[in-house]
Structures are given as C-alpha cells and as structure tokens.
C-alpha cells in the first residue's frame, strides 16, 4: 500500500495570507491526525477527523481548522498566517478500524515558512 | 492527563557502540499503549514499535530492542552496533484510550559518529 502523502512539501507564505495543507492517508484507514512540530515547542495535536467528522482537537486558535473528505483525504487550512506559524505540519492516519489506539503512520509533512 | 519525557535531548556515539534513549510516561489509566518513532533529518516519523500495558514482554528485532517496565513506568530503546544511518531524532509516545489523544515526549536527537 502506498503510505500517506501530503502536498505541498515546502510552502511560503507572508503574514496575512492563509494557506491550505491536503493529506492522503494510507488506502482504507479512515482516521486522519494533523501534528504542528517546530522546535520550540516539539510536537503538538492539532485535530482528528474520522469518517469526515473532527473527533479531537488539540488547543490551537480557531484560525486553524480542517476537514476530511468521503474518500478520506484531508485538508488543513490555517488563516490570517502569523510568523509563529512556521512549522513541519505533519498529517498521520490510523488503521482501518480508526480505533484511537491503533498505530499512527505518518507523511512526510509539509514545512511552512512565514515571512 | 497523560506525560511522556525524554530527559535525553541529543546523544552522540561512536558508531558500534551500543545507546539507550529512555522514556518515561505518566498515566492514570490502567490500558494504554506506547510507541517509538524515528524521525531522520527527511521529517517524516517512522514507526517502530507498539506496545500495550499488558504486554511487558521485552521486543527484541534486528539491532533494535525495547525494555518495557510498569514498575518504573519506562519503556527504553535500545540500539546495539550504532550505525550511521541511526542518525536522527527518536521519539517515545503514549495514548490512552481516557485520555484519547497521543502524547509525544520532545524527542531525544541521536548522532552517531562514523
């Protein structure tokens, strides 16, 4: 199976503008995580879509959000960028039964910079 | 609420020495999984291994291998033979099905030195 893919691999944008991230998971997993990583604070959850509804969120400001597709695909849409936003965005999807203890498999991320 | 550290921040060694990254959790659950990932300097995270609290089996593959204890609340990775390739940022994760959402330790940044 092919694993997960997430477009575009590298994204700048300045301060303002809003940016939008898209996630495929791996074939049959239904569960999609999105994961915020700089190195000042590591890794961070930032949501969990499952069956195209959010199951989780993690504390991030309502300028970002996310949505899951009927074939699974996600996006992620951060708006009003602020220089803090540079990041990894990483996007991991769980097996088939999306049991929230299954294995993560993670994509290759997308890096974000803010200027 | 649920807490991994990884008190380790980076980690240099000569390749073939043997290395420890060591994690501990905090949980009040009773179930709840752990994990490693590997994350070399392509971003990706790699999964390496999943273990559940009841399962305190040490895992053993290749020159990987994982000594889990409830009894310190740890679960370290050992890398016997370092190579180069070993190269990256290793992290150590837990979820519990309470607390349904995965919490990642900061990582521990391996160097191995040819």
């Known amino acids: 199976k092919a694993g997960v893919t997430q477009t575009p691999r590298y994204l700048i944008k300045t301060r303002g503008q809003q940016v939008t991230l898209s996630c495929s998971p791996i074939?049959?997993?239904?569960?999609v995580s999105w994961y915020q990583q700089t190195p000042g604070q590591g890794l961070q959850f930032l949501f969990e879509?499952?069956?195209?509804?959010?199951?989780n969120k993690g504390n991030f400001p309502g300028r970002f959000s996310g949505r899951q597709f009927s074939n699974s695909r996600s996006e992620m849409n951060v708006s009003t960028l602020e220089l803090g936003d540079s990041a990894l965005y990483l996007c991991?999807?769980?097996?088939?039964?999306?049991?929230?203890?299954?294995?993560?498999?993670f994509g290759p991320g997308t890096r974000l910079t803010v200027l | 609420a649920q807490k991994v550290t990884q008190a380790q921040t980076e980690i240099s060694v000569v390749e073939k020495e043997d290395v420890t990254l060591d994690c501990v959790y905090e949980?009040?659950?009773?179930?709840?999984?752990l994990f490693w990932y590997k994350q070399p300097p392509s971003g990706e995270l790699v999964f390496l291994i999943r273990?559940?609290?009841?399962?305190?089996q040490n895992e053993i593959s290749g020159r990987y291998s994982w000594n889990f204890q409830k009894s310190t609340s740890s679960f370290n990775f050992t890398i016997t033979a370092s190579q180069v390739v070993d190269s990256a940022v290793y992290f150590c994760?837990?979820?519990?099905?309470?607390?349904?959402?995965?919490?990642f330790g900061t990582g521990t940044k391996l160097q191995v030195i040819p």
């Open positions: 991991a999807s769980r097996g088939e039964r999306g049991a929230i203890t299954d294995t993560q498999y």
């Open positions: 074939s049959g997993h239904r569960s």
């Open positions: 879509y499952f069956s195209e509804t959010q199951r």
């Open positions: 949980t009040r659950d009773t179930t709840y999984y």
């Open positions: 273990r559940n609290s009841f399962d305190e």
């Open positions: 994760a837990l979820i519990s099905g309470g607390y349904q959402k995965v919490t």
